[in-house]
């Protein structure tokens, strides 16, 4: 099996994987050990335009791709993942109908009833001799405005309040 390091995905990146894997199964692992069940089904493909202001006022924007799963409940007994094949036709059929942006982040949005709601990132992903599997991850938040709310920049956000009486944020 071969594995491969990524930061992030983009949804170029992705589409190209794909493409190159047409003959495998596509396989999500949403945590170590645990994947979307086979009978899954691509829901939605969301174009996402994020436009904010963090705690410190400063501004950001970026674009995401999220792709929805979902698990068929009268389809619980199947055996057989999608192909790489298949997503790759309905995700052109998506880009036919609202052109994504090639650049941006792709995320997959999925839960079950032993996984919380989220969207998830590729961190990294491997393949056999006959799987493509994207091993995903939760992305942790985070204060984006550590220096104006006088934090050390490597504060974990879990034991350290950003927005503190007086302390600069807004």
């Known amino acids: 099996m071969t594995f491969t390091k990524t930061k992030s995905m983009k949804t170029k990146e992705f589409l190209a994987l794909l493409e190159q894997h047409t003959d495998r199964n596509l396989l999500f692992e949403y945590r170590p050990g645990h994947f979307v069940a086979p009978d899954y089904h691509i829901t939605e493909v969301k ?3 994020v436009d904010s202001v963090d705690c410190g006022a400063g501004t950001d924007f970026w674009k995401q791709t999220v792709i929805q799963l979902w698990e068929g409940p009268n389809e619980s007994d199947a055996q057989t993942y999608m192909s790489a094949s298949k997503a790759l036709g309905i995700l052109k059929k998506v ?7 090639k650049e ?4 997959f949005e999925y839960s079950n009833r032993n996984f919380h709601t989220a969207q998830l990132f590729v961190n990294d992903h491997a ?13 942790k938040t985070d204060c984006k405005a550590k220096e104006t709310c006088g934090l050390p920049v490597t504060a974990d956000v879990r034991t350290e309040a950003c927005c503190t009486p007086g302390g600069g944020c807004c």
Do not use: F, H, P, Y
Request: no cysteine.
């Open 104 to 107: 941006a982040e792709v995320k």
């Open 95 to 101: 880009d036919s109908l609202k052109t994504m942006e």
């Open 47 to 49: 174009n996402i335009s």
């Open 127 to 139: 393949i056999d001799a006959n799987n493509l599997i994207l091993k995903l991850s939760v992305e």
